[in-house]
């Protein structure tokens, strides 16, 4: 079969790559055109764009294809079959979705009707999904509501983050990708209704029905007050682009770790061992539980004490300030529920950085505060 690629990121370029290897003619590949990227702001091509060029592919960039009709022409020249698009950037205009004979299947990188849009894999993450997965839907001019045709599902891990879980997300889209063509070619052309129906597609439901909206500011920035896993959510999901403040200065958070006790199994073995230090399993006073700690181990900078020996609340904890620094890890800090470890960060005008690198780059000691 003769296929037109559709993709942008770096999300996509594995399913191109498949295409390629199964044998599969691709006979021209659309992605974004150039975008001014990095500290110069110069011109990079797409991560499509450039594995396209090394393959020796034909490579289209219109600017808004529903708004380009010689464009749109130049693509049905080439005479595809179908049209494959993964993650492309745009919607399709319907002029466009009726021109292979086999129709315009896309690679969608969540478990439709959850999270149609174009940040499922950030929302997935965001939300605390328990599993995501990929399906292979036929288009139609809904965003992301046509029906679907195979579909794979994958557990998401507490420490994975946003990067990761696309890395797994893509590949498993490219491999159910190979895996649709046969079934695609076996169901011949003819009208659009008849060749879904010899397919077997799944007609999605509108309940359960969310959508993965464009991320803003706003949402990448931290909340010290929120909950432990509200704000590890939201630095895994957003990853690299949580920001806080650290002495004036912007800090991107890289990796956390929620101190919550019913997390301690999916917690990493410092992680574990610090949540038990910092977050014992609920009483009726959940306060004086978070802060029942062992001062002799070694290896742990802890907040100020009172006369009396115990930890001092008020200065201890206040969202965002520091309640222990752990050599060779990170720090521990308050929020508005259990501690969170800080891991990974970066340092406005630094490289990122991890365990005791970051704890020397930021020269952090009990009682210092994060944010504003």
Known sequence: MKILFWGTPAYAVPSLDALVAAGHPVVGVVTQPDRRRGRGKALQPSPVKARSLALGLPVFTPERI???????????VLGADLYVVVAFGQILPPEVLAQPPLGCWNGHGSLLPRWRGAGPIQWSLLEGDAETGVGIMAMEQGLDTGPVLLERRLPIGLL?????????????????????????????????????????????????????????????????????????????????????????????????????HRLRDQLSEAGAALCDRWSQPPTTDQRPAL????????????A??????????ASEM???????????????????????????????????????????????????RFGD
């Open 66 to 76: 529903r708004r380009e009709p010689a464009c749109q022409a130049e693509l049905a």
């Open 160 to 260: 994975e983050n946003a990067e990761q879980l696309g890395q797994r997300l893509s590949q498993l889209t490219a491999e159910l990708l190979i895996e649709s063509l046969p079934l695609i070619e076996a169901a011949g052309t003819g009208p659009e209704a008849q060749r879904l129906q010899r397919l077997g597609v799944r007609t999605q439901s509108e309940a359960g029905m969310t959508y993965a909206r464009m991320l803003t500011k706003d949402d990448l920035q931290i909340d010290w007050a929120s909950s432990a896993l509200t704000l590890h959510r939201q630095v895994m999901g957003l990853y690299p682009g949580a920001v806080s403040q650290w002495r004036g200065k912007r800090l991107k958070l890289l990796a956390t770790e929620p101190l919550v």
């Open 291 to 302: 802060l029942q700690t062992d001062p002799s181990q070694a290896g742990m900078t802890e």
């Open 304 to 313: 100020p004490k009172t006369q009396s020996g115990t930890p001092d609340l």
């Open 318 to 368: 206040v969202p965002g300030s520091v309640l222990a620094v752990e050599q060779g890890v990170g720090l521990v800090i308050a929020t508005g529920g259990c501690p969170v470890l800080l891991r990974g960060a970066q340092l406005e005008g630094k490289a990122p950085a991890a365990g005791q690198s970051l704890l020397q780059q930021l020269g952090a000691q009990p009682g210092d």
